[in-house]
């Protein structure tokens, strides 16, 4: 993990950290599906700017540079894509649709049969996500701890970013 976090120090936008992540996670993870994201520190949304296409919309999100997802009036973001964001708890479920968070599928979105989520924090808070899909066998601890190590060095570069250090691209 040395590796990585080193790789990740160096980099000079967040957008070639996600691209690391993106990778990484699918990597040490042997998932199929990724998704990787930081709160707009402006509003409170949730941004995705690396992320495997899982819906029709997705080319669309891919030009725009960004899928974007409000954080409602409310202050939660709901479902089991919000989950980690609104406790700031990681997690995974083997049985996405029997998790109690879970509030259904989006119309035209691939149904996952296994999903990883991290909340991405430091000392000051949330940060980001990083959610993961669809290994061959299912997510165990030794899958979490590891995609808990790199959403850390992730961290960093979030930080970096809220702190005007480096750039979005």
Known sequence: MNDLREKLESVSSVKEASDIVFDEIKMRTGSRYCYVAYVDPENGDSVGIRFSHLTDYCSYYEEMGEARFRLPKNGSYGGLLGYSLDTGESFFTN???????????????????????????????????????????????????????????????????????????
């Open 95 to 169: 049985n996405p649709a029997g998790h109690p968070a879970a509030h259904g599928i989006p119309e035209g979105h691939i149904k996952v049969s296994r999903f990883l989520s991290l909340a991405v924090k430091d000392d000051e808070g949330i940060l980001g996500q990083i959610v993961a899909a669809d290994p061959p066998e299912n997510y165990n601890e030794g899958h979490l701890r590891v995609a808990e190590k790199i959403a850390e060095a992730y961290a960093g570069v979030l930080r970096r970013f809220y702190r005007g250090e480096i750039p979005l691209r």
